[in-house]
């Protein structure tokens, strides 16, 4: 590494989670905090890391864009044959993790998933720009391919398929949701005594407390 990049750090700055002030339930704190991230960051404030377990108990971890958010859960959409699809098919849990730099604040799911229902993913789908619906149908995830003309050449034989008409949702590509057991609200503060904040779901109730930093 040409650049020495273990004295970079930053004196965080935020709001005080005070437990006076904060709901009984973690979902209201969430819309309101990703209601302020959408107008602080410049881009994908509803992008979070999504981490699942394979078979095996290995880790792996990437970024993709929530697509809803409220009691019933996180939702996501994705190829159901992708990796992330058939590690969730194995284990149905995961963890969510969101990071707004702009605001020192970052928040983390966990719980259980589950596919949504096939009206839910055609009416999602139905939304998308006509190239993203293509995409579904051009991108089998996952797989390794010849080159990126390899993906050129079936985009435009799609392109043709469906020339004139409407792209139906693939089988394959549909969506999920996180069903939170868990979620925890990190607020930047000076000197690294961050604010956290965790609720916790047990016997259908929410139930709160502060961690240390």
Do not use: C
């Not at 859960?73 to 159901?80: L, M």
């Not at 590690?87 to 605001?103: D, G, K, Q, R, T």
């Not at 229902?117 to 390794?144: I, N």
């Not at 020339?163 to 925890?184: K, S």
Request: glycine share 6%.
């Amino acid at each position: 590494m040409t650049r020495d990049i273990a004295d970079i750090r930053r004196d965080y700055e935020g709001g005080r989670l005070d437990e006076a002030q904060l709901p009984e339930q973690p979902m209201p704190l969430f819309e309101e905090w990703m209601a302020l991230a959408l107008d602080a960051e410049t881009q994908d404030a509803n992008a979070m890391t999504l981490a699942t377990v394979d078979s095996q108990g290995l880790p792996h971890a990437r970024v993709v864009l929530l697509k809803g958010a409220d009691e019933q859960g996180f939702q996501f959409f994705s190829n159901y044959h992708s990796h992330k699809g058939s590690e969730l098919a194995n284990v149905p849990h995961a963890a969510l993790v969101f990071w707004w730099p702009s605001l020192a604040r970052q928040v983390r799911v966990e719980g259980a998933v589950e596919q949504v229902s096939e009206q839910e993913s055609d009416a999602y789908f139905a939304r998308r720009p006509r190239a993203s619906q293509l995409g579904a149908w051009v991108a089998t995830q996952s797989v390794v391919i010849p080159g990126r003309q390899w993906l050129q050449e079936r985009e435009t034989r799609f392109e043709q398929a469906y020339e004139g008409q409407d792209i139906p949702r693939p089988v394959h590509w549909g969506g999920y949701r996180l069903i939170p057991e868990m979620i925890e609200f990190w607020q930047g503060q000076p000197s690294r005594l961050h604010d956290r904040i965790r609720f916790e779901r047990r016997d259908d109730r929410w139930h709160r407390f502060r961690l240390a930093p």
